[in-house]
């Protein structure tokens, strides 16, 4: 039997926060449960975002809660040549389109069709509006353009397979087991960004089979991505992981804590006198599904 292969995959635009460290925990715990490996990947795609300072940070981060990973870390911004080779394996089968729509277009694009018919338009599960949009008109003032799937085709060329996915964990309705796909929920999505030559969505499949993860452990918001993932994992002839989607962290308010909305980061716990076990016992309470205090 092969050694399961699991990571953990931040992205440096910012310090870890207890959310990451219950996704951390969660990782590690479930890869010692079968005597599996875990990589560390940093996912580094937007250049305007990650910080080297970051990077390191994670890593400090890590060994203060005492994680440790096998073989050398995996930078995404080292293998933009594999997410090429990804996309050109797509548009090879006129899979990928360019599209030049601004956000101001597609929500134009929007309105207008909601006025005319009296009807919301359809979301993705990111809540986006869901492309193609019909009269959606390219902007001519835009010389740089994305990458999108083109949905309709992609589900052609799969003969009307029936895609699922192994759920360990449970997504936010408590799905679980073998979970079908919906992909078609996320319309064409990006596959590539105009500044960013890939998109998380790409990225993540590449990596995920480039470095033989068998079993992926990640937050809820994730779950329905999932599906997306599992297309193009079949389009791209890569093994599809087991999936474990564990529940977010949420603070007093009811927020999901996030790096963008400054959460306390586990740096600042430790500035407070907080130790390795004050966070492992902040993390089992979490996990249990305690709430958050404001303290932290």
């Known amino acids: 039997m092969t050694t399961p292969v699991f990571r953990f995959a931040p992205s440096p635009t910012g310090f870890l926060h207890l959310g990451h460290a219950l996704s951390a925990v969660s990782v590690w715990r479930a890869a010692e449960a079968v005597g599996g490996r875990v990589l560390l990947r940093i996912e580094d795609i937007d250049p305007a975002r990650s910080r080297p300072e970051h990077v390191a940070a994670i890593e400090e981060d890590l060994a203060w809660l005492g994680l440790r990973w096998d073989g050398e870390v995996r930078r995404q911004s080292n293998h933009m040549d594999d ?164 529940r977010l962290v949420s603070d007093a308010e009811g927020q999901k804590l996030a790096k963008s909305r400054g959460s306390t980061s586990l740096r600042d716990l430790r500035v407070a006198g907080w130790d390795r076990n004050d966070v492992l016992r902040a993390v089992d309470a979490l996990l249990k599904g305690d709430v958050l205090k404001s303290s932290a």
Not at 155 to 174: F, N, Q
Not at 218 to 238: E, K
Request: zero cysteines; glycine letters at 8%.
């Open 83 to 246: 997410y090429a080779r990804a996309l050109m394996s797509l548009g090879d089968r006129s899979l990928v389109y360019p599209s030049r729509l601004t956000r101001a277009d597609i929500s134009e694009a929007v309105a207008r069709i909601e006025e005319a018919e009296g009807r919301p338009w359809p979301r993705d599960p990111d809540g986006a509006a869901r492309l193609p949009i019909p009269g959606a008109r390219e902007n001519e003032a835009e010389t740089r353009h994305a990458l999108r799937l083109d949905m309709a085709k992609a589900l052609r060329a799969i003969g009307g397979e029936r895609l699922v996915w192994r759920e360990e964990g449970a997504g936010p309705d408590g799905e679980t087991g073998d979970v079908a796909a919906r992909p078609d929920l996320w319309g064409d999505v990006i596959l590539a960004r105009k500044e960013t030559p890939t998109s998380y969505h790409l990225a993540v499949v590449v990596d995920d089979a480039a470095q033989g993860v068998t079993h992926v452990v990640r937050g809820q918001d994730m779950f329905h991505a999932t599906s997306a993932h599992r297309l193009l994992q079949r389009l791209l002839g890569l093994p599809a992981p087991v999936y474990r989607h564990h």
